[in-house]
């Protein structure tokens, strides 16, 4: 059955999930500043809204899609946001990877002005989502995390409910923590492998099924070795998650030295000007003189 969804936010990732949910037969109302990425949603069967409300006025779901708690605040509660043209009961599903306490803020000013609050962040980027198999984390109620199943299952794989309010958030950021280990794991052994003289566009299909395999090694070692830095995602937002990770961390008194190695290793890249490129330019880190391959 076709629902009625609003998109805040159409950028990269909120792209690729309205071009699906538009793809499934949903009703797609979408506001975004930037009026292209609007008009590439309208091409898909989108139509336009004037105002984060507006969208919202005529929907019974609102996903928000965007990069700080800041701006989903903004887009909630400013001028002509959700809040003010919301129907009440209408579930507003966050899918951004924002902080877990702020997220429980924002969920709490929303819960008082008769709105509903899961969180919904992602794992798989816009390739999974335009193909409808993101792995979602879910945070809310039992019952308002099944509602926003009939949304999210059609840009979704696996969909796991988690618990409270912020639950979907902090397992984002394990997540995260998980990921961004992985790429540089990956990196470092794909730089090894060429000083090395290995053929190491092999290694992914002579690990496969092995303990070392993974869906990162499978996907970025072959972009590792040719320098393939076509962007589906970015360095500066995997900064973020991780920082947001070192701070939980510090509340929960846990010790992450792996976690901070990564997240300088990536700091060092964004301060050199490759925070917006792909994962994939990690590869730059390992650049130096060329060495003469062992024998």
């Known amino acids: 059955m ?37 008009a590439a949603l309208v091409d898909k069967g989108a139509l336009a809204a004037a105002s984060a409300a507006d969208a919202a006025s ?7 899609s965007l990069n700080s708690p800041g701006i989903v605040e903004i887009a909630v509660f400013g001028e002509k946001g959700i809040a003010s043209g919301a129907r009440p009961g209408t579930l507003i599903i966050d899918m951004s990877s924002i902080d877990p306490d702020a ?7 929303a819960g008082a002005a008769g709105l509903r609050w899961v969180d919904s962040p992602l794992s798989g980027g816009a ?11 879910a945070g809310g109620s039992a019952k308002d995390v099944a509602d926003a199943h009939n949304v999210l299952k059609h840009v979704s794989a696996n969909y796991t409910h988690m618990g409270p309010v912020g639950s979907g958030q902090t397992t984002k950021l394990i ?24 053929d190491a566009a092999k290694i992914p299909q002579a690990l496969k099924g092995g303990r070392a395999d993974s869906a990162i090694l499978q996907e970025y070692m072959p972009r590792f070795v040719e320098r393939d830095y076509r962007r589906t995602g970015r360095i500066d937002n995997m900064v973020k998650d ?3 990770a070192q701070d939980l961390a510090r509340r929960t008194h846990t010790s992450m030295p792996l976690t901070s190695l990564c997240a300088e290793i990536h700091r ?21 003189p060329e060495k003469e391959h062992f024998k």
């Open 2 to 38: 076709s629902e009625h969804v609003a998109l805040i936010g159409a950028g990269a990732m909120g792209g690729a999930i309205g071009a699906r949910l538009a793809e499934t037969g949903n009703r797609l109302m979408v506001f975004d500043p930037d009026c292209e990425k609007v």
């Open 58 to 64: 005529r929907s019974d779901y609102v996903i928000t």
């Open 103 to 109: 997220t429980r803020e924002l969920a709490g000013r």
């Open 127 to 137: 390739p999974k989502a335009l193909v409808g198999e993101l792995t979602l984390m």
């Open 175 to 198: 997540n995260q923590v998980l990921c961004g280990l992985g790429f540089l794991a990956v990196a470092e052994a794909t730089q090894l492998a060429l000083d090395a003289g290995v």
């Open 242 to 244: 991780l920082n947001g």
């Open 268 to 288: 060092m890249l964004t301060a050199s000007g490759l925070g917006g490129e792909d994962q994939a330019a990690l590869m730059e880190f390992f650049k130096g």
